[in-house]
């Protein structure tokens, strides 16, 4: 087992983005970790599977749980965050594809405000000692990352569910992939 597969959560770095985000605006709710199907798999990919619960389905991130609280008329418009376990069918696991992780979305229903949630979120890794770059994905998305690591995904989308939605959605922090960005890149770990 290599060492980044050892590197766990960081609390505290959760914590200090937790406040750094409020600063930012971001009001922080607590979001539900099980949705019903249909907004578990809005956002997946065609191979993932999903997972069932006594509640409904595990959530991937908590985007989804922002869909459902949007879409059942839950969650009044304004910028968000919430921190959820998020749990992943991924074709091969690894230190950075674990099948489950915590991670602090970012989520606005004003779908033009993505550019902003990923400025805010390079602020935050900038501030931990964690270098980005900027990669674009597509005209309406972007990736943050720190390297070769991928440290969040940024951008807009609409779907129709029970309503028309249209929202921006983005990584305020995934642990422990932040940590092993910043092991790596802080040559915490010089053997890396």
Known sequence: MDIESNIGVDYTRLGRAINFYQKLGYTLVSAPWTTPLEYVACTAPAHA???PFQTGYLVASAEQSFIYLMDTKQLAPGKYMAVTPCFRN???YSALTRPYFIKL???DSDPTAW????TDAQAFFEAEQIPTTVLPTSETS???MSQD???G??????????????WSYGTGLAEPRASIAYARYSKQFPCL
Do not use: V
């Open 49 to 51: 599977l999903q997972f």
């Open 90 to 92: 991924e074709l091969i």
């Open 105 to 107: 979305e970012l989520f």
């Open 115 to 118: 550019p902003k949630l990923l």
């Open 142 to 144: 972007q990736d943050l």
């Open 149 to 151: 690591i991928e440290l």
């Open 153 to 166: 995904s940024y951008g807009q989308r609409t779907l129709i569910l029970k309503n028309q939605l249209s």
